[in-house]
């Protein structure tokens, strides 16, 4: 929907900030709606729970394309950011469930890449169709193919036997353990870093280098978060070492958005931070999930889950500011100094809070931890 904002925003005669909310509300929703319904669904078949979130998102979609106001738009937002919040978690936790243990960061990759191949043809795709067909034209697009998806879980996605629910001490204990606690909250940072300047793009290329045609700077961005998705699993697996490779994803997402309005008069130089940027904000999540599942070997899904509410809220969270400050009166153009110094302070917990409470456990492929008897048997249960 970033892509699309200016055509939406006319359609319905609102501002671009007023329209930029129905991402706000999307990725809100969908945090929210994460871990409330891994806790809610637990126990129940992959297949079933994947099918009900893609009909969920599906119709939410529909409802967009035949919203005639900006409220009954932001209604429909909400109801697709609970089918992809539902979704998308789900899917990562049943895709490393399938592959095991040794696969686990190349299974991890996969379902990234789908969800940035998914980014990188449907935006420009979606913003060059809605200039022939309108927006609406391309949200029945999205609707068809999210009830394809739909058919196509029911038919080739194998029936696997679902983990017992976790009781409710079991739950809070994983919501409260500082370890996930840590990691979630640099996810959280990386999301209003990284997705909610991707909200702004369209104004902070315009006012940067007076740009009103970005669709090449949208297949840039997401060609960048292709190659990312696709390659840090591999990364992961080889080395062995995640927290290292969050690091060194944090700190690219710092560098790219400080060298963005510099580069953005020159479209050749452009490409470059773009192209990082996409590439470190999409894998950030694969290295950061293969340390929530290795912490929780148990309960996988939920932990899983969470991370994916704490992208998606900070993703809502940096929508709703980016259109605070822009209506505020602040530069387009400023904006990637902004996310910079978060992402920046994302690296410096990182590499404080999470390193000292990945010290006290071990896990699969954390150079971090360190063994200790309650650890142990933990530990074990990871490399089963």
Known sequence: MAGLLPDVAGDLNVTESSAGQMVTVFTLCYALAAPFFATALAGRPAKVVLAVALAVFTLGNALTALAPALPVLLLARALAGIGAGVYSPMAAATAAGLAGPERRGRSLALVMGGMSIGTVVGVPIGVLLAEQVGWRGTLWLITGLGALALAGIAALLPRTEAAPPPPLRERARIL?????????????????????LYTYLAPVLEDAAHLDQNVWALWAWGAGGVLGSLLVGPLVDRTKRPFTVVGAVLLLVVL??????????????????????GAAGWALQVPQQHQLIAAQPRHSAVAVSLNSSAVYLGSAIGSALGGMVLAAGLRPASLPYCTAALAAL?????????????????????ETGVTTPAAAPRASAARR
């Open 176 to 196: 409260t353990d500082g370890r996930v606690a840590g990691i979630a909250f640099v996810s959280l940072l990386g999301g209003v870093a990284s997705l909610g």
């Open 256 to 277: 790219a958005h400080l060298a963005l309005p510099t580069a953005a008069p020159a479209a050749w130089a452009l490409v470059v931070p773009l192209v990082v940027w």
């Open 346 to 366: 994302g690296l410096v917990l990182h590499l404080t809070v999470v390193r000292r409470f990945s010290r006290r456990t071990v896990d699969d492929g954390d």
